[in-house]
Antibody, heavy 121, light 106 residues
Framework: EVQLVESGGGLVQPGRSLRLSCTASGFTFGDDAMNWVRQAPGKGLEWVGF??????????EYAASVKGRFSISINDSKTIAYLQMNSLKTEDTGVYYC????????????WGQGTLVTVSS | DIQMTQSPSTLSASVGDRVTITCRAS??????LAWYQQRPGKAPKLLIF???NLESGVPSRFSGSGSGTEFTLSVTSLQPDDFATYYC????????FGQGTNLEIK
């Protein structure tokens, strides 16, 4: 069974940093792209960014709203995907979901339960 | 960036009804469209991919159609569990989501 478990959320002041983790199991990590989506309180879904699968180079892409501040990386041996968030803004507040893109597709076939990030002074 | 627009934003229906949600893309995306269902406090769940392909385990009362810029999600014979928020997502160029359709009980 595929499982994605996010952790690392919490309350952080504007301008500070936070790193989220997504621990994956139940599939061959590295064979699939790993993706992050967020949802502000009471709002819709917003794509954050993704890391391509190894066979596609393992490179990353980001939404314009987070480019230059957020970065995604993976630890193959621990099967963890990370979302490093720097220079946080109040508008980054929300639930952050880790998702899996199966094979070469770019839709999310599996989702974690989400972790809440609150950016506030 | 590709903008996705869903309509309606809110839809009121009764158990047993048939409903349709529309999603329009700001440019042609072929059939690179997925639909998700999100219940309150839960993560979204994939229903449909490639515009019309039903994800494994999803009831056959859900169906998707369309290509290019206009897509629809239909649900026949609504069940109590179906009252939730639905999102379309394009994956032709990275990802972007529609704003969501809240399907509520009439």
């Amino acid at each position: 069974e595929v499982q994605l478990v996010e952790s690392g959320g919490g309350l952080v002041q504007p301008g500070r940093s936070l790193r989220l983790s997504c621990t994956a199991s139940g599939f061959t990590f590295g064979d699939d792209a790993m993706n992050w989506v967020r949802q502000a309180p009471g709002k819709g879904l917003e794509w954050v960014g993704f890391v391509r699968r190894k066979v596609s180079g393992g490179t990353t892409e980001y939404a314009a709203s987070v480019k230059g501040r957020f970065s995604i990386s993976i630890n193959d041996s621990k099967t963890i995907a990370y979302l490093q968030m720097n220079s946080l803004k109040t508008e980054d507040t929300g639930v952050y979901y880790c998702t899996r893109w199966t094979g070469g597709a770019s839709y999310s076939s599996n989702w974690g339960q989400g972790t809440l990030v609150t950016v506030s002074s | 960036d590709i903008q996705m627009t869903q309509s309606p934003s809110t839809l009121s229906a009764s158990v047993g009804d048939r409903v349709t949600i529309t999603c329009r893309a700001s440019q042609s995306i072929g059939d690179a469209l997925a639909w998700y269902q999100q219940r309150p406090g839960k993560a979204p769940k994939l229903l449909i991919f490639q515009a019309s392909n039903l994800e494994s385990g999803v009831p056959s009362r859900f169906s998707g159609s369309g290509s290019g810029t206009e897509f629809t999600l239909s649900v026949t014979s609504l069940q109590p569990d179906d009252f939730a928020t639905y999102y379309c997502q394009q994956y032709y160029s990275y990802n972007s989501f529609g704003q969501g359709t809240n399907l509520e009980i009439k």
